[in-house]
């Protein structure tokens, strides 16, 4: 790094973005939706409901609600590599102590308290990635992104083989306990890879510290903020309950193992699988196509829960649902002036954490009606096709001062 805090201009090692990426793993795939394999052991230690059940995943996205809130302001203050590297450490400390409590209030308040954290680190980190890759071709920036979003795909595949196992291993109903005590330790040790990552991106960015019009930002992505609210309120419905959908209809515990495992993979490969929807990112069509394959892969086990129709659904939905973030962050990207990506990055991600805040209660309330959770599941379509539809009426803009080199 030169003096005074500015980047290097040499191309980024790819290694940064990996280590960056530990972020997602941490915000999301442990923090977000390991919370679908540890809930049937809650639930039966615990004596929740399916409402109580969303509703702990509702404080969780309304604290990563507030933590995209908060994480444009503190954007523009600098300093990112520290909210980073303190917001996931804030996520982890929240996981380990979920497991300190049987308690329903400090429960709801750890879940909100993770968000926080989850959703501060996803935003800071996105626009971390978004600036190193400011120098990058297009093709390459898109693929920064990609790699960054898809660790939360890391993340899902070593819950997928550590949960399960522990609740199979731990004898009573402590299981879930050290479950999640094991996962805030896991996003502990992530800390190694990230601290070296940031001595590779400036510690102060003019470019984030100018003002940025967040209501210029409102203008020029008005259906893409709508049609992802609505994904985010889709999307997370699935990835609540269908755990629990699958052991009501006899998957054993090896089995969710490898449908967990074939989700996150899928989710890593994401950025490969779709480069080419991804780098031509400039309208709504291309988040329309991904949000079609997410709702495929909702609607395949509601068909039939067949052990090779259920590892489809899997495939196609991990394939598919972090694409659709790398696809709305590179869409901005590509429409909006550099000083504005981290604060239009934390504009979407509150649109969706809106989303996110809806979906698990009315998921839960819909799953404990006479349907049973294959009713919470058609919510999630429902939703998903109202989202897709609206994705395509986002038109292709570009700001008059995106730099040609970035905007080509």
Do not use: C
Request: hydrophobic fraction near 55%; charge should be positive; glycine fraction near 14%.
């Amino acid at each position: 790094m030169k003096p005074g805090g500015e980047l290097n201009r040499g191309p980024v090692p790819l290694w940064v973005s990996v280590a960056l990426a530990s972020g997602p793993a941490v915000a999301l795939g442990l923090g977000r939706f390991a919370y679908a394999l540890i809930l049937p052991a809650m639930r039966q230690a615990l004596g929740w409901s399916l409402l109580t059940a969303g509703a702990m995943n509702t404080a969780n996205a309304l604290g990563y609600l507030l933590g995209a809130l908060v994480a444009g302001p503190l954007a523009r203050r600098g300093r990112l590599g520290r909210t980073f590297m303190i917001s996931v450490f804030a996520t982890s400390f929240a996981l380990l102590a979920s497991g300190l409590t049987s308690n329903g209030v400090l429960l709801a308040w750890w879940r909100f308290a993770s968000g926080v954290g989850g959703g501060l680190a996803f935003v800071v980190g996105g626009g971390l990635v978004a600036q190193i890759g400011a120098r990058e071709s297009v093709p390459q920036a898109a693929r920064l992104l990609g790699i960054y979003f898809s660790g939360a795909g890391l993340g899902i595949v070593l819950s997928a083989w550590i949960v399960p196992w522990l609740l199979a291993t731990v004898p009573g109903t402590v299981g879930w306990r050290v479950a999640w005590v094991t996962l805030g330790a896991l996003g502990i040790l992530t800390l190694i890879a990230i601290m070296p990552a940031l001595r590779h991106v400036a510690p102060d960015s003019p470019s984030v510290r100018r003002g940025s019009r967040t209501h210029l930002t409102w203008r020029r992505l008005r259906a893409v903020l709508i049609a992802y609210g609505l994904y985010g309120a889709g999307y997370i419905v699935y990835m609540t309950f269908i755990v629990v959908f699958l052991q009501r209809h006899g998957a054993r515990h090896q089995e969710i193992t490898w449908f967990w495992t074939a989700l996150g993979g899928a989710a890593m490969a994401s950025p490969f699988l779709w480069a080419g929807v991804l780098k031509r990112s400039s309208s709504g069509r291309g988040i329309a196509i991904l949000i079609g394959l997410v709702l495929m892969g909702v609607l395949l086990p509601l068909g039939s829960t067949n052990v090779v129709v259920v590892l489809g659904s899997a495939i196609l939905f991990g394939s598919a649902f972090l694409a659709v973030v790398t696809s709305v962050t590179t869409l901005a990207r590509r429409v909006l002036p550099m000083h504005q990506w981290t604060a239009a990055l934390g504009l979407l991600t509150v649109a969706f954490g809106i989303g996110q805040s809806f979906g698990p209660f009315l998921g839960g309330w819909f799953s404990d009606g006479g349907g049973g959770v294959r009713l919470g599941l058609i919510l999630s379509a429902g939703i998903l096709s109202l989202s897709m539809l609206t994705a395509l009426a986002q038109r292709e803009r570009r700001d008059d001062g995106v730099d040609e080199a970035v905007a080509e």
